[in-house]
């Protein structure tokens, strides 16, 4: 669940392998990683698509790299299964959602919460890979707030459900600049403002990585689709779901509370309803940027 906030109410790429002589040797050959800038060290060996195998019979879909979709899937994770942590440092009361923590700083105020994490996500990735001009997200109110002119020292003047934007600082393209711009989306946006900037995907079986499960509303949640997987033989699809929500928290993949056995996976053919441990969606709830 969200409460929309404000004043507007609210890789690396996958290892390959090569044989050295007669010897069937695997060695990993390291490429450049994926930037994920809020860390100090980026670990292969800990991240969505490495950590969380997939069930028997099913393997990956396939991912370009550079896209979107590999970056997601190439999310780090938090060693083990830690708690998951509120931006105060106190515990989340319910500690039974979760099957894993994304390894991404929630920030020491109530904003990133479940709408705004997903403007994090891809935000952040738009960001790693010089997409500036992308990077967009509509407040609450209508009013589009562009990094591109946050870049250039604008900076926005809100009174009631007015927005004026007026250059009063430097020009700064830095990351610690890009995350003021991000707190300050996290303030004015919220569930209601992205569903509309998202678009509906007309039929559940072409979900793609990336896609977005969103109620709009005060309050209204969102979940990301972070990977997803295909049998072969039968075409069957599978997909994981991450999420923050409310008060503002860790990142994390959520377990799968109607099938144990298959968890944290989800059967893409779920039904009219997909039931995660906090919230309920319909299949008419998938959207995309």
């Not at 997939?54 to 899937?73: K, V």
């Not at 705004?116 to 935000?123: E, G, M, N, S, W």
């Not at 009063?168 to 300050?184: G, I, Q």
């Not at 109620?215 to 049998?231: K, L």
């Amino acid at each position: 669940m969200e409460g929309d906030k404000g004043l507007f109410c609210k890789s690396t790429i996958p290892l390959t392998f090569f044989l050295i002589g007669v010897f069937a040797f695997a060695i990993p050959i390291f490429s450049e990683p994926y930037s994920y800038p809020w860390l100090e060290e980026y670990k292969e060996s800990e991240n969505i698509l490495n950590r969380i195998p997939t069930p028997d019979g099913y393997q990956r879909i396939n991912s370009d790299f550079g896209t979107f979709e590999d970056w997601l899937r190439h999310l780090p994770l938090k060693k083990g299964k830690p708690p998951v942590y509120l931006f105060n440092g106190e515990r989340k009361q319910n500690q039974k959602a979760h099957f894993a923590v994304i390894n991404m700083d929630v920030g020491n105020r109530d904003l990133q919460q479940c709408a705004d994490a997903v403007i994090r996500l891809r935000a952040e990735y738009l960001y790693s890979s010089g997409k500036f001009d992308s990077i967009h997200f509509r407040f609450t109110s209508g009013d589009n707030a562009e990094f591109r002119k946050w870049v250039k020292g604008y900076r926005p003047l809100i009174k009631g459900n007015k927005v004026k934007w007026v250059r009063s600082a430097r020009e700064d393209s830095s990351y610690t600049s890009f995350r003021k711009y991000l707190n300050m989306v996290f303030m004015y946006a919220g569930s209601y403002s992205l569903s509309l900037e998202l678009h509906k995907v007309k039929e559940i079986k072409d979900m793609k990585i990336g896609d977005v499960f969103i109620e709009g509303g005060f309050p209204g949640h969102a979940v990301i689709v972070v990977d997803m997987a295909i049998n072969r033989e039968t075409g069957k699809k599978l997909f994981l779901l991450a999420q923050s929500y409310m008060p503002a928290q860790d990142m994390h993949i959520l377990k799968n509370p109607m099938n144990s056995g298959l968890s944290p996976w989800y059967e893409l053919e779920f039904g009219k309803i997909l039931y995660t441990p906090e919230w309920t969606f319909s299949k008419d709830d998938l959207k995309r940027f």
